[in-house]
């Protein structure tokens, strides 16, 4: 397989998309055993503290997904300089594996900007040139 077609937007792309399964990874290091393979939501459920966040940046990371595949699809669409795309989708992942590691340390306030920050970097190419 042929890899160097790929921009690093595209890249970005695959990384975004990753990030929520890693996030899973780590709220069950050392706690999800085999019995609880079998109902995984009640294990879940049942999680308090830093797994508890993981778990939900987990979900977070599903939720912006869309709109940041979008952004990206749509940039190259629209014909915007992959430039500017590749920093857009760079500055995007980052602040998505900034925000999880926030969540996980309970850092509200601030995960809560870098989140925003994410949001703006998706909506930013749908207009970017």
Do not use: C, H
């Given at each position: 397989m042929q890899t160097h077609h790929l921009s690093l937007a595209y890249w970005c792309l695959l990384a975004a998309a990753a990030l929520p399964?890693?996030?899973?990874?780590?709220?069950?290091?050392?706690?999800?055993?085999?019995?609880?393979?079998?109902?995984?939501?009640?294990?879940?459920?049942?999680?308090?503290?830093?797994?508890?966040?993981?778990?939900?940046a987990q979900h977070n990371g599903f939720e912006g997904?869309?709109?940041?595949?979008?952004?990206?699809?749509a940039a190259h669409q629209f014909g915007a300089a992959q430039a500017r795309i590749d920093a857009l989708a760079l500055a995007y992942v980052l602040l998505r594996?900034?925000?999880?590691?926030?969540?996980?340390?309970?850092?509200?306030?601030?995960?809560?900007l870098v989140w925003v920050g994410g949001l703006v970097a998706s909506v930013a190419l749908f207009f970017v040139r």
């Open positions: 399964y890693l996030t899973a990874w780590i709220a069950k290091a050392g706690a999800f055993g085999r019995a609880d393979n079998s109902a995984p939501r009640e294990w879940a459920q049942r999680q308090r503290g830093w797994r508890a966040r993981a778990l939900a997904l869309p709109l940041f595949m979008a952004g990206v699809l594996v900034v925000y999880v590691s926030l969540y996980v340390r309970d850092r509200s306030t601030l995960r809560s």
